[in-house]
C-alpha cells in the first residue's frame, strides 16, 4: 500500500479512536464534557497507541492481506481481542495514571 494510503488509514483510526472516547465522555459528562477532557487525553492517547502497534503488527495496514471479508474478519478480530488485553493490562499496571 502506498505511504499515502497507509497515513490517510491511520489518521482514520485515530479520528475513530478519540471520536469514541469524545461520544464517552460526551455520555459520561454531558455539558461538562470539556472539563474533563483533558484528564482523559493522554491516558487515552497511550491506549491509542498500543492499539495503533497491535494492529500494525496484526497486518491490518497492509492491503494485499485483506482483500477479502473473511481475511479482514481472521485479522480485525484477534487484534481486537489483544488491543483489548493489553488495555487492561496498562489500566492495571499503571493505574494512577489512567
Known amino acids: 500500500m502506498p505511504l499515502a494510503k497507509k497515513v490517510f488509514v491511520l489518521i482514520g483510526d485515530l479520528a475513530a479512536l478519540y471520536a469514541s ?24 492517547s497511550f491506549i491509542f497507541l498500543s ?9 491490518l495496514y497492509r492491503l494485499q492481506t485483506l482483500r477479502t471479508r473473511r481475511d479482514v474478519i481472521r485479522r480485525l ?19 494512577g495514571f489512567f
Open 21 to 44: 472516547l469524545f461520544g464517552a465522555l460526551l455520555l459520561r459528562y454531558g455539558s461538562r464534557i470539556f472539563d474533563h477532557l483533558a484528564d482523559h487525553l493522554a491516558p487515552f
Open 51 to 59: 492499539w495503533i502497534c497491535v494492529f500494525y503488527l496484526n497486518d
Open 77 to 95: 478480530f484477534p487484534a481486537i481481542a489483544i488491543s483489548t488485553v493489553v488495555s487492561i493490562a496498562l489500566f492495571y499496571v499503571f493505574g
